[in-house]
């Protein structure tokens, strides 16, 4: 479907288009990919617990699982 959209902003509009070419797609299926989600119409995929990875959190939080513990288990 063909339609002209007016008023956007120029600096989103950038944004969009930059984006759009970055990630190989037409600016007409990153804003139809936009409206979709704006809509609740996009569906999340779903991954595998196994799929989750590590994540670092500084030197701070080293003992982070343990205090945890302390404070659920004691």
């Known amino acids: 479907m063909d339609t002209t959209i ?3 902003d120029p600096f989103v509009y950038k944004k969009l288009k930059t984006r759009a ?3 190989g ?3 007409g ?6 409206i979709s989600e704006w ?5 999340k995929k779903k991954i595998s ?4 990875k590590p994540e ?3 030197r701070q939080y080293r003992n982070l699982s343990e205090e945890v513990d302390d404070v ?3």
């Open 49 to 52: 617990i196994t799929e989750i």
């Open 29 to 34: 299926e990153a804003v139809t990919k936009a």
């Open 25 to 27: 797609i037409s600016i």
């Open 39 to 43: 809509l609740g119409l996009e569906k």
């Open 6 to 8: 007016r008023n956007i």
């Open 72 to 74: 659920l288990y004691r």
């Open 21 to 23: 070419a970055e990630e």
């Open 56 to 58: 670092h959190f500084g």
